[in-house]
């Protein structure tokens, strides 16, 4: 039996179809989407050979993958049939990618391993590496691969995605489709020498491969051998393609601006599939006769399957809310804490949780900066751990919060729990990309097919004369993102049964953690024994009072308590309630203190504008108004940054006399 390049008729003949099949479907769905049945299309024309060649390497349903959204044929190449692409394209209810909640070409298929993908570019890239630390770990000979345009290489995340991979000898194949365009940007506008290639040449263990994407035989040849090497833990690979975009970069697109009639003639002479064609005539394996009757097949095929994708149900508008969190029922796990031990400080209950957690779930991670022995984290919160539970378990991560966060997400989905630390909560926002459109979207875009169940422990607060950049409170940004929980303890006993909790919770949990609160002696409690697990949505009664309620949380719960002393109230006047977690909120106790008390006074560390106490306020006064006697009034620190002076410091933020006065004022109203 006759082979090209190794490869025999049928094998040839059915590369050619996936082709071809792709193409048709480019063509099909521009034409549907004139006729008003959809409202975007990306398209592939141009980058299928190179996307076919790195599927041919593929282990569908054992290796990982993270394409980007111009990869219509590596899906088709991996398992996913024409219709569930036209049903991604037309958002109906049953595609496997996103059941119509993600754009079309946001793929993504959990029996294929096709992680949910979304818009932002770059972001997948250190998913990829966090998904390739956990093959290198199970030692199954896995590997990972990921996707982009040449345009998305000036991302941060890609040069962190490759530090980290390269250092780590991780199983990534880094595939780079280089059409010389990002939408109308030249690469010449936006790579250093024009050449990713040249520009990712100083990272160790890292095997680069500069192909001519539009050829399916010399692609094969890069991942062929990439794909080898990384099986082997030998270390990641760079597969830059040259390829050319034959459409505009999308339907909302018009390449014509800004390219002109002569260079648009020359990229349709490169078209791969032509290229297929001669390479396959001339080695007189498949003849002209035979390619055209593949191709009217085909387009006969994709019709039937476009009429077919458009006989099939929308999504019913009452699911439109589903999957935002997972459906688990947290609180039926609920334990008053018993067997209670010393008292000790929040940053050891911390400690503890953390180490019992460990023992709990053997795919349970933690890491961040200087979080290893023998320092165990710039506050001593992971101190231990990693005598304990070893390097693998318990390690240090780059100077690098997106990468931090990024690798977390890909863990969590190949079904680890990652428990990561941002060092201190003013650094959080390089990690914003990856927290606010990948990881409280997950479950939700991928219509609860992946979940990303992780803990982010994050230092916060100030009092501690950290000036700008080591006092800033994030409460406010945070709970305002659906998909996400978010805890904030006060006490240690609760500390510990909260961050339990999350640790064995099936969504996301941003945890709270006040660096003035970590050895405060009002803040200890007897340590609650390994079986306390305290449910989210639960708030705290921390005194009964019948004339006025206090709302609060984190550090203002012990300034409240202050506030009431200094204005030396008789006992059972002040009801103060410590929410414990922001999402969600307990609603039900806010509403039966109110009912009692009539007044309301939120109070919070966070700027006053637009604070959480602003939208806490916003629903009681939507809720209860009927119940009130008084207004609605909230204290916070002031809308300034938090200077380094302490004089300074103290003016801007909320202090308990600034707690007294309208508390004062509530009970005279």
Not at 47 to 75: I, K, N, S, T
Not at 245 to 261: A, E, G, P, V, W
Not at 576 to 604: A, C
Request: glycine share 8%; proline share 4%; with cysteine.
């Amino acid at each position: 039996m006759g082979r090209l390049h190794g490869f025999i008729k049928k094998e040839l003949v059915s590369i050619y179809k996936q082709m071809v099949i792709a193409r048709t479907l480019d063509e099909r769905m521009l034409t549907m989407l004139k006729q008003g049945k959809s409202f975007f299309h990306i398209g592939c024309s141009g980058h299928e050979a190179a996307q076919l060649a790195a599927a041919e390497v593929m282990r569908p349903g054992e290796d990982w993958a993270y394409p980007y959204y111009r990869d219509a044929a590596f899906c088709l190449g991996l398992g996913m049939t024409a219709k569930e692409q036209l049903l991604c394209f037309l958002a109906r209810k049953d595609d496997p990618n996103s059941g119509g909640r993600q754009m079309p070409q946001h793929y993504g298929h959990k029996e294929l391993r096709i992680l949910s993908q979304s818009s932002p570019t770059g972001t997948q890239f250190l998913q990829a590496v966090g998904c390739g630390m956990t093959c290198k770990w199970e030692k199954k000979k896995s590997i990972v691969y990921v996707s982009s345009g040449e345009g998305s290489t000036s991302e941060g995340d890609f040069h962190e995605a490759l530090n980290w991979a390269s250092r780590e000898k991780l199983p990534v194949i880094f595939h780079i489709e280089d059409n010389d365009y990002a939408i109308s940007v030249h690469k010449k506008e936006q790579t250093s020498g024009s050449s990713v290639y040249s520009m990712v040449s100083g990272y160790q263990n890292l095997a680069r491969y500069d192909t001519n994407g539009t050829n399916f035989f010399e692609s094969y040849l890069a991942f062929k051998e990439a794909s080898e090497r990384c099986r082997k833990l030998k270390g990641p690979a760079v597969i830059v393609s040259h390829v050319v975009r034959l459409l505009s970069h999308s339907s909302s697109d018009d390449q014509r601006k800004y390219r002109t009639k002569e260079e648009l003639a020359e990229d349709c002479k490169k078209d791969p599939i032509i290229n297929f064609e001669n390479i396959c005539i001339d080695a007189t394996i498949i003849t002209t006769e035979q390619f055209e009757e593949i191709k009217n097949k085909v387009h006969a095929e994709i019709n039937d399957d476009a009429e077919w994708a458009e006989e099939q149900d929308h999504p019913e508008r009452d699911t439109a809310l589903n999957h935002i969190f997972s459906d688990s029922e947290y609180e039926n796990k609920y334990q008053e804490p018993n067997n209670a031990g010393e008292k000790i400080v929040i940053v050891d209950a911390i400690n503890h949780a953390l180490k019992e957690e460990m023992k709990h779930n053997e795919k349970m991670v933690i890491y961040g900066q200087d979080i290893a022995d023998p320092k165990g984290g710039v506050f001593t919160a992971t101190r231990g751990l990693s005598d304990m539970f070893g390097k693998q378990r318990v390690f240090n991560s780059p100077l690098a919060e997106s990468s931090i966060v990024g690798t977390a997400v890909g863990m969590a989905c190949a079904g680890y729990k990652p428990v990561v630390e941002i060092q201190f909560g003013d650094y959080i926002w390089t990690a914003m990309m990856q927290i606010r459109n990948e990881v409280v979207t997950m479950r939700y875009r991928s219509n609860n097919k992946w979940s990303c169940p992780m803990v982010i422990r994050v230092p916060v607060g100030g009092y501690i004369h950290g000036a700008l950049c080591h006092s800033q409170s994030i409460d406010g940004f945070f709970f305002h993102l659906p998909g996400i929980y978010i805890a904030y303890p006060s006490t240690a006993d609760d500390a510990k049964g909260l961050l339990k909790m999350a640790c064995r919770m099936n969504d996301p949990v941003l945890f709270l953690e006040h660096k003035g609160l970590y050895r405060q002696g009002f803040a200890t409690a007897p340590e609650p024994n390994s079986d306390y697990l305290l449910p989210f949505g639960k708030a705290r009664m921390v005194q009964e009072g019948s004339e006025l309620t206090v709302i609060c949380w984190g550090a203002m719960v012990q300034k409240s308590l202050d506030a009431c002393s200094q204005l030396s109230l008789t006992q059972g006047e002040i009801e103060i309630i410590d929410l414990r977690t922001l999402n969600p909120l307990d609603m039900k106790s806010i509403e039966k203190s109110i009912k009692k008390t009539g007044k309301v006074l939120v109070v919070y560390e966070d700027n006053l504008t637009n604070g959480p106490g602003a939208e806490i306020s916003a629903l009681i006064a939507d809720r209860y108004f009927e119940w009130l006697d008084g207004p609605v009034r909230r204290v916070a620190s002031k809308d300034c940054p938090v200077p380094y002076n302490w004089n300074l410091e103290e003016e801007i933020l909320l202090q308990t006399k600034d707690i007294a006065e309208p508390l004062k004022e509530l009970l005279e109203y």
